[in-house]
């Protein structure tokens, strides 16, 4: 057999077990990091803060639900929800299951555009334009699950500020709505985050540099966001191909600085971005990044 003949079979196999592995495995391979980042005072205690985001959760999805349900256990003493929610009309009741445990904890949320609007099918190509138009598909019971989520006491961010007292310390919170769908006000929210705070957080779903620099030159000592899926499909040793967003590559998942000229941030603010638990319907393959939620153990800045 000739080399021409066997090289494409060969790369024909290893595109079929690359797709396996992405769809199969990686997929469901349910993962919690961990990293600690220095927000607080100078001598404050420790406070352990979970962050989930994009869970695009449909009802049948039962080992995702089983692993949200064990997060409870990890016992955080604040727990952020950055929008995705949903991916399928009948997803809110178990959505709101899987968060039980959860919803007892101080927590607090934003919507997003798979909060609203149901997946549809999309051409995956388009993402590595900078301008497509984007297909938004049936609406989804996203004030249901609103609903659920402040009926538990979770503040709803969206365009909006609030605060709360965890663990005996005060945090002050602004988010703004879905910049993807051009739903974000941050009028709404601005001015100096509160000097007399013990923290300072701001929320997004999409982090769009418009609005982290806007957060940044306010004064919020951590921003938290999603939307990415941390590229979703890694090649390694390079990173993600696309950001879905105007995050450049180096910064698409987990901890950063951004830094913006600010008098209150001169060395910037520090950001989170998550890579997300779930994925479209329509695109269920990850690769060189699983799903994954994460625990943010804030910590004292030196002083």
């Excluded at 396996?20 to 352990?48: C, I, N, Q």
């Excluded at 929210?189 to 929320?203: F, N």
């Amino acid at each position: 057999m000739r080399w021409y003949t066997v090289a494409p079979a060969v790369a024909l196999a290893s595109g079929a077990a690359t797709l396996g592995y992405a769809g199969l495995y990686e997929r469901t391979r349910w993962t919690l990091r961990r990293f600690d980042v220095p927000v607080l005072a100078p001598g404050s205690a420790p406070l352990r803060l979970l962050h989930v985001s994009d869970i695009h959760m449909t009802a049948g999805q039962r080992s995702k639900q089983e692993w949200l349900a064990g997060l409870a256990g990890l016992r955080p003493h604040l727990v952020i929800d950055t929008g995705d929610n949903l991916a399928g009309q009948d997803a809110v009741a178990p959505t709101l299951r899987a968060l039980d445990g959860l919803l007892d904890v101080p927590g607090a949320f934003v919507t997003s555009s798979n909060d609203y609007y149901a997946p549809k099918p999309k051409n995956p190509l388009k993402y590595f334009k900078k301008k497509h138009k984007r297909v938004l598909g049936d609406a989804l019971p996203w004030r249901d699950l609103r609903d659920g989520f402040t009926a538990r006491g979770w503040l709803d961010l969206t365009n909006a500020r609030g605060e709360l007292v965890v663990d005996g310390r005060r945090i002050v919170f602004a988010g703004v709505d879905d910049p993807h769908l051009k739903r974000d006000r941050y009028d709404d929210v601005a001015g100096p985050a509160d000097p007399t705070a013990d923290l300072r957080i701001g929320l997004v779903h999409a982090p769009e540099p418009r609005v982290l620099d806007r957060f940044a030159a306010d004064g919020y000592d951590l921003l938290l966001s999603g939307h990415t899926h941390g590229g979703q499909l890694r090649v390694p040793g390079y990173g993600a191909l696309v950001t879905n967003c105007g995050l450049d590559r180096a910064r698409v998942r987990w901890v950063s600085r951004w830094t913006v000229p600010s008098a209150e941030r001169p060395n910037g603010t520090w950001m989170h971005v998550s890579a997300g638990l779930g994925t479209s319907p329509y695109a269920p393959v990850r690769f060189a990044c699983p799903p994954e939620a994460t625990l943010l153990t804030l910590t004292a800045r030196p002083a």
